[in-house]
């Protein structure tokens, strides 16, 4: 399935405008020894309307292996309209039988050790 090029650019602004909190735990992960590859704000296909457009999330952190998911909230997430589409992405990707890791920014700047660990588990 050909990824539209407004997905891939979008996924490429967002590789390239990251978070602080984002760009540690990328740099964990993409050297981590966890045993499993990680990408970052990779496309994932999750269902095709009746206009036959078919709809992708970006989640923040990509494990296609084991199928997780991990999603870095900031602040933002805290309003009523992010939180509800947050929850409406992370519920279609549960359809799919993926697992989602909800980490904050909080968590990654002040505990990184047990973030990592909550990966692991989760894992």
Do not use: G
Request: include cysteine; charge should be positive.
């Amino acid at each position: 399935m050909k990824i539209p090029d407004i997905i891939k650019e979008t996924a490429s602004n967002l590789r390239n405008n990251m978070t602080i909190s984002e760009v540690i735990l990328w740099n964990y992960l993409k050297n981590s020894s966890l045993w499993v590859k990680f990408l970052r704000q990779k496309p994932v296909y999750v269902y095709t309307e009746n206009s036959w457009l078919d709809r992708y999330i970006i989640p923040d952190f990509y494990c296609h292996e084991r199928k997780v998911v991990i999603e870095v909230d900031w602040s933002i997430h805290n309003l009523k309209e992010i939180y509800n589409l947050d929850l409406h992405k992370e519920e279609l990707l549960k359809n799919l039988w993926f697992k989602i890791i909800r980490i904050t920014n909080t968590e990654i700047d002040t505990d990184i050790k047990n973030v990592l660990l909550k990966i692991k588990n989760n894992l």
